[in-house]
């Protein structure tokens, strides 16, 4: 099955920094990979996702590239803010059309004012 | 709004007890996880469902049991609750054919 590995475990940054992210998987049939933020005590909402036939996507402040090749995935928050705080996680998912990520242990971010 | 939604939001149960989690969502997806998640483990996945009288079983889905009998509703069963099922349970839902899933609140689930 899939196996997907995330660094660091905790990033501190000050506030306005970049913070990055980063994954691999193991599987290359894996073709949408997303990124989910859990704030402390709530639920994991996606922030952002990418499929394989795309390399880059960017959303304001967040930006994930995805290199298939060496088979790993990144994060990247600009400017970071206090309210960016919080546990990460990424995921992949398979083209075989379970749609069940598997997800990384997560990235704690804390952003210090 | 359609929304997920989970009950009890918190449970404190004796060990050995047999417990319910519930889950209900209003978005008319076909597809429902169970996920628990613990420090430094992430989400692991307990049991889904493609559908009506559709379960599947998970990476961790000893001790846990669900049955999908309408599409809105995945209830969870820890059958004989152990210490080791101390955890928070998350409820997902997906629509067919996507992969973006929506994550209930939670429930904090305390085995003692």
């Known amino acids: 099955g899939e196996n997907v590995e995330q660094h660091p475990s905790t990033l501190s940054v000050q506030e306005g920094d970049s913070a990055v992210i980063k994954c691999t998987y193991s599987?290359?049939?894996?073709?949408?990979f997303p990124w989910y933020k859990q704030e402390l005590g709530k639920r994991p909402q996606l922030i952002i996702d990418?499929?394989?036939?795309?390399g880059e996507k960017k959303d304001q402040r967040i930006a994930v590239t995805l290199n298939k090749t060496a088979k790993h995935f990144s994060l990247h928050i600009t400017e970071t803010q206090p309210e960016d705080s919080a546990v990460y996680f990424c995921?992949?998912?398979?083209?075989?059309?379970?749609?069940?990520?598997?997800f990384g242990r997560g990235t704690s971010l804390i952003v210090h004012p | 709004d359609a929304e997920i939604t989970q009950s009890p939001r918190h449970k404190i149960i004796e060990t050995g007890r047999q417990v319910t989690l519930a889950c209900h969502q209003t978005?008319?997806?076909?597809?429902m996880f169970w996920y628990r998640q613990d420090l430094g483990h992430g989400l692991r996945l307990i049991h889904y469902?493609?559908?009506?009288?559709?379960?599947n079983k998970g990476e961790v889905s000893d001790g846990y049991s669900v049955s999908r009998s309408n599409t809105e509703d995945l209830p969870l069963t820890l059958e004989s609750a152990a210490s080791s099922q101390t955890s928070v349970y998350f409820c997902?839902?997906?629509?067919?054919?996507?992969?973006?899933?929506?994550f209930g609140p939670g429930t904090r689930l305390t085995v003692t």
């Open positions: 997902a839902s997906s629509g067919a054919g996507a992969y973006e899933q929506y």
């Open positions: 469902s493609y559908g009506v009288h559709d379960t």
């Open positions: 978005w008319n997806h076909n597809n």
């Open positions: 990418i499929r394989s036939n795309v």
């Open positions: 995921a992949a998912a398979d083209a075989g059309g379970s749609y069940i990520p598997t």
């Open positions: 599987d290359s049939a894996s073709n949408y």
